[in-house]
């Protein structure tokens, strides 16, 4: 069994990112905090949307709420 595929932070947009995180359900995203490399877990169960930190897990309720969460992160181009 594979795990959920690896994006890098920034390699798609807002939308695009969305649209691979509703058809996978689950991905993971590398990014760079404070110099380290880290990877997070982004999901979607159907109804809720969440980015899981290692420190933070962040609920979204609408598709627009979770884009936002993902541009504030940096987690996408269009941050």
């Known amino acids: ?4 595929p690896v994006v890098e932070a920034g ?12 058809e996978q359900e689950r991905l993971v995203v590398r990014t760079e905090v404070l110099g380290a490399a880290e990877e997070l877990t982004l999901r979607f169960d159907g109804d809720v949307y ?12 609408t598709p627009e709420a979770m884009m936002e969460c993902m541009r504030h992160h940096g987690y996408v181009r269009d941050a």
Do not use: I, N, Q, V
């Open 50 to 61: 969440y980015c899981d930190t290692p420190t933070t897990l962040h609920k979204h309720d």
């Open 1 to 4: 069994m594979s795990g959920p």
């Open 11 to 22: 390699e798609y947009d807002s939308e695009e990112l969305l649209a691979c995180l509703r």
